[in-house]
């Protein structure tokens, strides 16, 4: 069973760069969402969606763009990336109307020079 | 707007003490309230969750937790701490039943088991 898969896993970015965070699951999950993680701050949410082609925002959108052109994928977009963007990424997704719990992927960490 | 507030960055605990990690939110309605735990260079792994009833939820590997309304805290517990149960803890909310509400979490507790 994948679950949730993201890639890459690493990567580095000088500022300024841009690039793509693949997020992809096989549970047919309505719910997918996007979060970073940085010391001290817990998870805050970049952006989320309910459903191929609606997307929202969450607490910290600026500097990220989403899609969702399938169930199954979710993209973040960094279109200039920044120091501050350094951080660790997670995915995660949910069925849409349940009281379930989220299902992460292992993560994707980024480095912008 | 909503808010999830774990007041301790760390706790230490002897190994085959109780444990308890604190978590207090505040959200409008009933929420859904979860608890994850993560592992040096993992994911988050679902824990436990209360949705409605019995303010006691027992989850995975022996942790519970237990709700209570009127001081808006879901405070997680284990009878007897593993050193193995060393890992950064989170608490969630989720503040409506609709399929828009999103999950916030608090800033996490790491916690320490000493053999």
């Known amino acids: 069973n994948a679950g949730v898969t993201q890639t890459p896993k690493f990567q580095v970015l000088k500022t300024g760069q841009s690039m793509t965070l693949q997020c992809a699951q096989d549970?047919?999950?309505?719910?997918m969402s996007w979060y970073r993680q940085d010391p001290g701050m817990g998870l805050r949410l970049i952006h989320y969606?309910?459903?191929?082609?609606?997307?929202d925002q969450g607490e910290v959108p600026n500097g990220y763009n989403v899609s969702r052109s399938t169930t199954e994928d979710f993209p973040l977009r960094l279109l200039s990336a920044a120091p501050s963007q350094t951080s660790v990424y997670f995915c995660?997704?949910?069925?849409?109307?349940?009281?379930?719990?989220?299902?992460f992927g292992e993560g994707s960490r980024l480095t912008v020079l | 707007a909503q808010s999830v507030a774990q007041p301790e960055d760390q706790v230490n605990v002897a190994e085959g003490n109780p444990l308890t990690v604190k978590c207090t939110y505040s959200?409008?309605?009933?929420?859904?309230l979860f608890w994850y735990v993560q592992y040096p260079n993992r994911g988050l792994q679902f824990l436990l969750k209360?949705?409605?009833?019995?303010?006691l939820v027992k989850g995975s590997y022996g942790f519970e937790a237990e709700f209570n309304k009127s001081q808006t805290s879901f405070h997680l517990k284990k009878p007897s701490a593993l050193v193995s149960d060393s890992a950064l803890y989170f608490c969630?909310?989720?503040?409506?039943?609709?399929?828009?509400?999103?999950?916030?979490f608090g800033p996490g507790t790491s916690l320490s088991v000493i053999p």
């Open positions: 969606s309910v459903g191929a082609g609606i997307t």
């Open positions: 959200v409008s309605g009933n929420p859904y």
């Open positions: 995660a997704s949910r069925p849409r109307d349940d009281a379930g719990e989220l299902f």
């Open positions: 969630a909310v989720r503040a409506g039943r609709t399929s828009y509400d999103k999950v916030i």
């Open positions: 549970m047919n999950h309505e719910y």
């Open positions: 209360y949705i409605t009833g019995d303010n």
